[in-house]
T-cell receptor, first 114, second 112 residues
Framework: EAAVTQSPRNKVTVTGGNVTLSCRQT?????MYWYRQDTGHGLRLIHY???????QIGDVPDGYKATRTTQEDFFLLLELASPSQTSLYFC?????????????FGPGTRLTVL | QQKVQQSPESLIVPEGGMASLNCTFS?????YFWWYRQHSGEGPKALM?????GDKKEGRFTAHLNKASLYVSLHIKDSQPSDSALYFC????????????FGAGTRLAVCP
């Protein structure tokens, strides 16, 4: 089964702080995604990528940057964190980008912005 | 913009009972439909997909799709306590790479 890992698992920062969330997948999947999960909203796509150096904008990108440095690694950057970004963040990967391809999710990072 | 709505928000069924989860979507160009399940403290995991109208059965799980009615459902037969989880409906449009739109989820509790 596809393996997706995330770090850190929990993070607390203050308003205006810088945060980097990391994701690694070891199954040579082309596509990687960052989602946030909030009660009442389900999962919302922040950014996604279909390969190293590529970045595509998702549905809720404001306040977030992302970078795909290698096939395996995808990072989410919050440069001026705000309390509205307190959420549970998931990284996912899939072998293809069509919506026929199963997405494999990591265990999540819980971020609290005070 | 695609709207995906799930009902009910929460559901309690007895062990061995049938759980029925509903999902409606707004865009008639929707082509791909997934059900994901998330146990507490874990990431979501794909349960099953359905791309054609009608029923698709995988073990105790049956998905039903009616694109004309903008409706997809999931039925869990002989529910087990291990089925207690948050269930998401996710919908994708046809064409080139498109993003899945997730519903807000239905929380299922199966009571022994």
């Amino acid at each position: 089964e596809a393996a997706v890992t995330q770090s850190p698992r929990n993070k607390v920062t203050v308003t205006g702080g810088n945060v980097t969330l990391s994701c690694r997948q070891t199954n040579s999947h082309n596509y990687m995604y960052w989602y946030r999960q909030d009660t009442g909203h389900g999962l919302r796509l922040i950014h996604y990528s279909y390969g190293a150096g590529n970045l595509q904008i998702g549905d809720v990108p404001d306040g977030y940057k992302a970078t795909r440095t290698t096939q395996e690694d995808f990072f989410l950057l919050l440069e001026l964190a705000s309390p509205s970004q307190t959420s549970l963040y998931f990284c996912a990967s899939s072998v293809g980008g069509g919506n026929y391809a199963e997405q494999f999710f990591g265990p999540g990072t819980r971020l609290t912005v005070l | 913009q695609q709207k995906v709505q799930q009902s009910p928000e929460s559901l309690i069924v007895p062990e061995g009972g049938m759980a029925s989860l509903n999902c409606t979507f707004s865009d008639r160009n929707s082509q791909y439909f997934w059900w994901y399940r998330q146990h507490s403290g874990e990431g979501p995991k794909a349960l099953m997909s359905i791309f054609s109208n009608g029923d698709k059965k995988e073990g105790r799980f049956t998905a039903h799709l009616n694109k004309a009615s903008l409706y997809v459902s999931l039925h869990i037969k002989d529910s087990q306590p291990s089925d207690s989880a948050l269930y998401f409906c996710a919908v994708g449009l046809s064409g080139s790479f498109n993003k899945l739109t997730f519903g807000a989820g239905t929380r299922l509790a199966v009571c022994p």
